[in-house]
């Protein structure tokens, strides 16, 4: 979201450049002062500092003024909760992750698609956690992630074409794909076959196994994967896990027929 959001800024007026100014904060993942918003940040000084006041006055940013740092405020909190209980696929889904991950003894994602990129929505740790990028709340990349490359193989023709357009391919690891042509290769064979890989293509020794959550008309609602680690299982050990990984899929599909997905 946070690249789109900047992007439109411009367009949608004082509340683009505010949201821009909200996702900014919200991207430090820690309390962040005026100075620090400024050096990154196109606006002027005094724009700048006036979203920041507006923002706080509406209790979407708080402002500690003994530190003089902003952080995301209660009010956004509230609202956060709130689309996580309204917009997500987490509640429908969070008793089948935990007896998938209790099943397996892996770590378990559970990621919705955000303009081609993942948005990590639901997290059950292993019982011996493995260090990671993904926790809920993260948003990730969609060609180098298991879940990511699993909804955009399921997106029909015109929808799966803009969310390779958006992709940055930027090489995280020597097994990272980096060009269009060969993320649009994967998702062909991922179609094909109805589960994906990490193939530590994010993170070293990270791997996974991945399958689409698709609703009953085949839209995709979301994804499902069984992460680990390369010292701890092989992708023979994953591969394993395939017919828990889909029939948990199917399960989550099957119990979310009644919740209304955004579009």
């Given at each position: 979201?946070?690249?789109?959001?900047?992007?439109?800024?411009?367009?949608?007026?004082?509340v683009g450049k505010a949201?821009?100014?909200?996702?900014?904060?919200a991207d430090k993942g820690r309390p962040v002062r005026f100075s620090e918003l400024l050096a990154?940040?196109?606006h002027p000084k005094a724009t700048l500092y006036r979203l920041l006041q507006t923002l706080t006055n509406q209790g979407m940013l708080a402002y500690d003024e003994d530190r003089q740092t902003y952080?995301?405020?209660?009010?956004?909190v509230r609202l956060a909760h709130s689309a996580w209980r309204q917009s997500s696929l987490a509640p429908v889904a969070r008793p089948y992750l935990t007896a998938l991950a209790q099943k397996v003894g892996e770590t378990i994602h559970l990621a919705q698609l955000d303009r081609?990129?993942?948005?990590?929505?639901?997290?059950?740790?292993?019982?011996?956690?493995i260090e990671m990028f993904s926790q809920a709340g993260k948003v990730g990349p969609g060609y180098c992630t298991g879940v990511g490359k699993a909804m955009m193989a399921f997106l029909d023709a015109d929808d799966r074409q803009d969310a390779i357009n958006r992709q940055a391919y930027f090489a995280h690891?020597?097994?990272t794909l980096t060009t269009p042509d060969a993320l649009a290769a994967e998702l062909d064979r991922i179609k094909a076959e109805g589960v994906s890989y990490d193939r530590e293509e994010h993170e070293p020794g990270i791997i996974c196994i991945a399958a689409p959550i698709l609703s009953s008309t085949g839209r995709v609602i979301g994804a499902l994967s069984i992460t680990t680690s390369t010292s701890r299982q092989s992708f023979?050990?994953?591969?394993?896990?395939?017919?828990?990984?889909?029939?948990?899929?199917?399960?989550?599909?099957?119990a979310a027929e009644s919740w209304q997905f955004p579009t």
């Amino acid at each position: 979201m946070n690249s789109q959001v900047r992007q439109q800024g411009g367009a949608d007026g004082t509340v683009g450049k505010a949201l821009e100014v909200l996702d900014q904060v919200a991207d430090k993942g820690r309390p962040v002062r005026f100075s620090e918003l400024l050096a990154e940040t196109s606006h002027p000084k005094a724009t700048l500092y006036r979203l920041l006041q507006t923002l706080t006055n509406q209790g979407m940013l708080a402002y500690d003024e003994d530190r003089q740092t902003y952080a995301p405020g209660l009010r956004l909190v509230r609202l956060a909760h709130s689309a996580w209980r309204q917009s997500s696929l987490a509640p429908v889904a969070r008793p089948y992750l935990t007896a998938l991950a209790q099943k397996v003894g892996e770590t378990i994602h559970l990621a919705q698609l955000d303009r081609g990129q993942v948005l990590y929505v639901d997290k059950m740790n292993a019982a011996e956690p493995i260090e990671m990028f993904s926790q809920a709340g993260k948003v990730g990349p969609g060609y180098c992630t298991g879940v990511g490359k699993a909804m955009m193989a399921f997106l029909d023709a015109d929808d799966r074409q803009d969310a390779i357009n958006r992709q940055a391919y930027f090489a995280h690891t020597p097994n990272t794909l980096t060009t269009p042509d060969a993320l649009a290769a994967e998702l062909d064979r991922i179609k094909a076959e109805g589960v994906s890989y990490d193939r530590e293509e994010h993170e070293p020794g990270i791997i996974c196994i991945a399958a689409p959550i698709l609703s009953s008309t085949g839209r995709v609602i979301g994804a499902l994967s069984i992460t680990t680690s390369t010292s701890r299982q092989s992708f023979d050990g994953l591969e394993q896990h395939r017919a828990a990984l889909l029939r948990t899929a199917q399960d989550i599909a099957g119990a979310a027929e009644s919740w209304q997905f955004p579009t």
